[in-house]
């Protein structure tokens, strides 16, 4: 079965960063499009980023361009997102997912357990 467990996030003040992190296992890592989706309580699931197999071209959100990078290591089935100057719109549940944007929000991909981000001051 596919297992996405996704570790990183916390608290922190406006401007902060966090290094997000899911261990994937379950199913050929190296051959998917892998993203990150973001939820806020009382709102629809936010798709964020996108990587594909062999790690480019990569896709963003439009808000977190310039802020956030996704990057994979193969080698350790692994996904990361980089966040930079963190804003209290991330505030929310990140989730690492199968498949790319086209996919992420559909019962076709499959979504780890999240970790919370919460950006206050």
């Known amino acids: 079965e596919v297992q996405l467990v996704e570790a990183g996030g916390g608290m922190v003040q406006p401007g902060g960063s966090l290094r997000l992190s899911c261990v994937a296992s379950g199913f050929r890592f190296s051959d998917d499009f892998m993203s990150w989706v973001r939820q806020a309580p009382g709102k629809e699931p936010e798709w964020v980023a996108t990587i594909p197999p062999g790690a480019s071209p990569t896709y963003y959100l439009d808000s977190v361009k310039g802020r956030f990078t996704i990057s994979r290591d193969d080698a350790k089935n692994m996904l990361f997102l980089q966040m930079y100057d963190l804003k209290p719109e991330d505030t929310a549940r990140y989730f690492c997912?199968?498949?790319?944007?086209?996919?992420?929000?559909?019962?076709?991909?499959?979504w780890g357990q999240g970790t919370q981000v919460t950006v206050s001051s």
């Open positions: 997912a199968t498949g790319s944007r086209t996919v992420v929000l559909t019962t076709s991909s499959s």
